[in-house]
């Protein structure tokens, strides 16, 4: 979860009053914020997503005219737009939360209401229009130093990059050759070491093991000063793998690398051989290149497919500092508890905009 203050997240749950802010910036001027009035919007942060953060946002200027259509019309030419949501307190003071910095991909000016529509991506949208234009081959270096480098040659010093794997534990690479793709190279590079690679709510870019956390972020409680507003269940295995097989590629005149984990718990109806049968997401990467880089690769991603049965759709009180990775805890009326962890999260804009939360089920295949 985002860093909020107690106070934030006590008043939550209290009656308070919403302020909600947003920021364009040209794409001349890309550190002179300009204000602009939120008519209304949503922010949508999907984990599973190529693009994590996107957003729509209708907005509201006070400039001068020609100032807004001169604004307006280049935005789309590389412009960016902030939105923060959070609190006002009864004191005065106001503390929110940056729900993402993003690159404004279209405009709809209304001249006559003097509104526009802005259609909004996190800066994997760059990535993913800045294609290769010649092979990239990241020879003699870690699959993390290689995933920061193809991202640092689009936006190279402009933003921070925070790399919370260990390049150092991991094998060199050798072979390796993307040839057009950006994204699915920084994807596969990521993958290959079990960490994700994404771009956090300042805009920075992060590559981050991808691990379960342990510590509940929010509680979404039943009853009539809880924080649940509703929750629907769907138990569907179409989304569940109980098994992963990966193949990786050390040299092209060597013979390929495979590594299998399998779901054991011999409790669960989903395990491996059991009544759900076997089930394997299969899946290749250049980038491992060693056997226990495979071993690695196969068990992380079959954290990722077991959970994926139970689904969880809940709406509940807006928390903007909610971030899919997070584990919560829902609490129903009889008492009962189930940890879940969050996929996506929807936030409506407006002053009664609500949070929609896709969670799916806690489970550990090292069990």
């Avoid at 190529?50 to 604004?71: G, W």
């Avoid at 000016?109 to 003097?114: F, G, T, V």
């Avoid at 990239?136 to 790399?163: K, N, R, W």
């Amino acid at each position: 979860m985002l860093t909020v203050t107690n106070r934030f997240l006590t008043a939550l749950r209290e009656s308070h009053a919403v302020s909600i802010a947003a920021f364009v910036f040209a794409p001349t001027a890309l550190t002179t914020p300009v204000e602009v009035r939120v008519l209304s919007g949503d922010v949508t942060i999907d984990r599973d997503a190529q693009i994590r953060r996107q957003a729509s946002l209708e907005i509201a200027f006070t400039l001068p005219d020609q100032q807004v259509r001169d604004l307006v019309r280049t935005l789309a030419y590389g412009g960016y737009c902030t939105i923060e949501r959070g609190i006002s307190y009864a004191d005065g003071s106001v503390e929110r939360v940056q729900l993402g910095r993003f690159r404004v991909d279209s405009t709809v000016w209304d001249e006559q209401a003097r509104t526009c529509s802005l259609t909004l991506n996190d800066r994997m949208a760059q990535i993913i229009d800045e294609r290769f234009v010649t092979p990239y081959a990241p020879s003699g270096v870690h699959p993390s130093d290689a995933c920061v480098t193809a991202v640092q040659q689009v936006f190279g010093s402009s933003i921070a990059y925070h790399v919370l794997t260990t390049p150092a534990s991991e094998p060199l690479l050798a072979g390796v050759v993307y040839e057009e793709d950006r994204a699915a190279a920084v994807a596969d590079l990521a993958a290959s070491v079990g960490a994700e690679a994404m771009f956090d709510h300042l805009g920075d870019f992060v590559i981050r093991p991808r691990t379960a956390p342990t510590t509940v972020a929010w509680q979404f409680d039943a009853g009539a000063t809880g924080s649940l507003i509703q929750v629907v269940e769907t138990i569907d295995r179409s989304s569940v793998r109980n098994g992963v097989s990966v193949r990786g590629q050390t040299n092209y005149d060597q013979p390929p690398l495979y590594a299998l984990a399998t779901y054991d718990d011999p409790t669960a109806p989903q395990r491996w051989g059991g009544p759900f049968g076997h089930v394997p997401l299969i899946s290749s990467s250049t980038a491992v290149s060693s056997q226990a880089q495979a071993d690695g690769t196969a068990r992380s991603l079959l954290n990722l497919r077991l959970g994926l049965a139970q689904t969880f759709e809940l709406q509940g009180l807006p928390n903007p500092a909610l971030e899919p990775g997070d584990l919560i805890e829902i609490v129903w009326p009889d008492g009962r508890t189930e940890q879940q962890l969050v996929n996506a999260v929807r936030l409506g804009l407006g002053v009664d905009g609500a949070l929609e939360v896709i969670a799916t089920s806690h489970v550990d295949s090292a069990a």
